[in-house]
């Protein structure tokens, strides 16, 4: 959790001018190691379009009001059904951008990139995404905003 206090504390250092709203440190993790596992070999961007999926849900009426319970619906993320480790030295990279994308996120300091709700692997074909707008395809990954 020490890539997770550095970041926080950076943005601190950035925000002098400007308030800076206070970090949840579960929430900064949990969108962390989602963007991480979800979306680590499509870089920066491939994650953060990740995190815009689970906070585009957050602002929305019937998803969880919080990251953390976006995430932890059951059956929503492909790697909360397997036990999980960030722990591979060749990894360690990808799980820093995670966590500074998650911090700039809830932050303030990224803006929104898509108003995706859902993404799905491009060699997959999920039932639920012929009833969804595809908004974006960013590498192996197809973000699709659907409808309430």
């Keep these: 959790m020490a890539d997770l206090s550095t970041t926080i504390a950076m943005l601190g250092v950035l925000s002098t001018q400007h308030p800076l709203p206070a970090l ?5 993790h ?3 190691e989602t963007a991480f596992h979800e979306a680590r070999g499509e870089g920066e961007h491939g994650q953060r ?24 619906q059951p059956g929503q993320f492909t790697y909360t059904r397997r036990p999980v480790s960030l722990h591979k030295p060749a990894q360690r990279e990808a799980w820093r951008i995670a ?19 859902h993404f799905y692997r ?3 074909r999920p039932t ?3 009833k969804g707008r595809v908004v974006a395809r960013v590498g192996g990954h197809i973000f699709v905003e659907l409808m309430p």
Excluded at 50 to 62: C, E, K
Excluded at 99 to 117: D, E, I, K, N, Y
């Design 128 to 130: 639920w995404a012929a």
């Design 49 to 72: 379009m990740v995190i815009d999926v689970i906070l585009n849900r957050v602002a929305r009426p019937g998803y969880p009001a919080t990251a953390c319970g976006v995430i932890r």
């Design 99 to 117: 966590v500074r994308v998650a911090s700039f996120r809830l932050a303030g300091f990224a803006p929104r990139l898509h108003s995706g709700t």
């Design 24 to 28: 949840d440190p579960q929430q900064v």
């Design 122 to 124: 491009k060699n997959l």
């Design 30 to 32: 949990c969108l962390a």
